[in-house]
């Protein structure tokens, strides 16, 4: 298995001053899950958030280091943010479909990037729908308005809209933070089936769901990577204390 | 004495409830007022001749046709130049300027922009437009001036609608593999629209009902026949309703109040457009 993300010596000051991350460096295997995890402002969100180049809507002071995706160091200034950005999708934390209907929702980036086809963009519907675990529950209702599904049938429909354009790698920062646990398990069983096919980076918004998805899993404190290993072993036999100590709840 | 409190209280609550719905129905009385007054007085004047035939007798009688479509143009013509300003100023705002000593100026002199007296514009229009630019005494320079002044309404307003578009929405756009443009043309103006289209049509009908930024620039007192290009004077309902109130001896009321009626459908019902574009968004928004 080859390394399909490597992150190098990467720093990240925003402009108020706050430093979000320290000379982090990691690889990332593709087809895995891959979480990072860590208490709050730990970094995890403004890694994600570099992997697709979002951070450039955010003022951010400083940055070094390098990311490089198949061996492209994408934080620098010519890569194509929008090439980018389809290849590397994302699903936030909290559910958000655009206004208008679940079909549009879904063709919305591919008709940005310039599809018109209506089979193309119909084979996309179905086939993303399926890969998120929601076409059963909303093949007959693919023109109401997105708004309407609840929750749980919107995050998927987020992640289904983020698979029609084909990716490589999906970030998810706490898809599930706002989700019952039904709808949980739905998301987190679609992630066991997409690692097949994807790079799968995932923010989980709980240790539990940490230990559950992790094929490998970060431990960010306070900007700094802490520890970094397979998930069976770093929340069983952790090798560092403060990993120890948060795994099992000292805080946290 | 904890008993007396309490009552005290309760009175006290119930006192200024009743003052704050008292207070809240005067300000009505005033509006209701108007509207029956100039109802009553100017229903008489109206009849077929009198919204499509030209004055006559020194204005005494005839219909006041010129002047409903003086207000007609002049209001159109102030359309064409403040919106598509007004709405690329408001994105400019909203969407794209950071928050630096230039966006600060701009808000401040839309913020005092707002607050200048519309004779002041009347004057300045005179200066820029009418001799300056030598437009001429005419509806194009007119509704330049009235333009200027509607500005501001339609950037506040309209950068008010575009900043309630959640910015999720714009997030979303961009990880998607959009540009900033392709969210705001796809999303935020859609979504934007009908509350751009309230300010517009508030800003729009301040323009129809004003006098003083009209009366150096382009109306005239009296035209005997319809205006036929951006470069002829015009009257205007507004103008037309002073003259007749101040300028003509011996004027019949109702005439002048029957001018009074046509202004006021002119400007409520362009208020009712609004109104309605606005109550029909809300009930459709997915927000």
């Known amino acids: ?252 | 004495m904890m008993r007396r409190l309490r009552l005290n209280r309760h009175v006290t609550e119930r006192l200024g409830f009743s003052f704050l719905t008292l207070m809240a129905v005067v300000t009505v009385v005033p509006i209701v007022a108007v509207v029956i007054y100039i109802l009553v007085q100017g229903m008489p004047a109206i009849s077929w001749e009198f919204l499509s035939g030209f004055p006559r007798d020194g204005m005494r009688a005839g219909g006041i046709l010129p002047a409903i479509v003086g207000t007609f143009y002049l209001t159109i013509g102030t359309a064409v130049f403040s919106v598509p300003l007004g709405i690329a100023a408001a994105i400019y705002l909203s969407e794209y300027a950071a928050d630096n000593a230039l966006t600060r100026l701009i808000r401040i002199a839309i913020i005092n922009l707002a607050g200048i007296p519309s004779v002041v514009y009347g004057l300045f229009g005179l200066g820029l437009f009418v001799l300056f630019l030598k437009f001429g005494t005419s509806i194009l320079a007119a509704s330049l001036t009235l333009s200027i002044m509607t500005l501001p309404v339609i950037i506040s307003t309209a950068e008010e609608a575009l900043r309630a578009v959640p910015q999720p929405f714009r997030t979303v756009s961009v990880s998607l593999g959009g540009t900033r443009w392709q969210g705001i043309q796809r999303i935020v103006l859609p979504q934007a629209l009908p509350g751009i289209l309230t300010g517009v049509i508030l800003g729009l009908e301040r323009a129809a009902g004003e006098t003083a930024p009209i009366l150096f620039t382009g109306a005239a007192f009296f035209l005997p026949r319809l205006p036929n290009s951006p470069f002829d004077a015009t009257m205007a309902l507004p103008y037309h309703l002073f003259v007749i109130s101040t300028q003509v001896p011996e004027m019949p009321p109702q005439v002048q109040y029957g001018t009074a009626l046509v202004l006021l459908v002119f400007v409520l019902g362009m208020n009712l457009i609004a109104t309605t574009i606005r109550s029909r968004a809300r009930a459709r928004r997915q927000w």
Not at chain 1, 41 to 67: F, M, P, Y
Not at chain 1, 195 to 207: A, G
Request: charged share 25%.
């Open chain 1, 1 to 252: 298995m080859t390394d399909k993300i490597v992150i190098e010596n990467l720093s990240l000051t925003y402009s108020d001053g706050v430093e979000s991350l320290r000379n982090i460096s990691m690889g990332v295997r593709e087809n895995a899950v891959t979480v990072l995890f860590g208490p709050a402002g730990g970094g995890k969100s403004t890694l994600l958030r570099c992997l697709n180049r979002l951070n450039d809507l955010t003022e951010v002071r400083t940055s070094a280091g390098r990311i490089l995706i198949d061996g492209e160091n994408i934080l620098d200034p010519k890569t194509d943010v929008i090439a980018l950005r389809r290849k590397v999708g994302m699903v936030f934390a909290r559910p958000v479909v655009l206004p208008m209907s679940i079909r549009q929702n879904l063709t919305y980036g591919l008709e940005l990037a310039g599809e018109k086809r209506k089979s193309r963009l119909d084979e996309a519907v179905e086939r993303s729908l399926k890969l998120a675990a929601i076409w059963d529950e909303i093949k007959d209702r693919l023109d109401d308005p997105a708004i309407a599904l609840s929750g749980g049938q919107q995050q998927r429909v987020c992640l289904a809209r983020v698979l029609a354009l084909q990716p490589e790698i999906i970030l998810l920062d706490e898809p599930t933070s706002g989700l019952d646990p039904i709808s949980t398990g739905k998301v987190e069983s679609a992630l066991q089936e997409l690692k097949k096919e994807y790079t799968v980076i995932l923010v989980p918004h709980s240790v539990q769901q940490a230990a559950r998805t992790a094929d490998y899993a970060a431990f960010f404190l306070q900007g700094e990577l802490v520890e970094y290993d397979e998930g069976k072993s770093i929340f069983t036999t952790p090798r560092e204390k403060r990993t120890e100590d948060y795994v099992t709840g000292r805080f946290g």
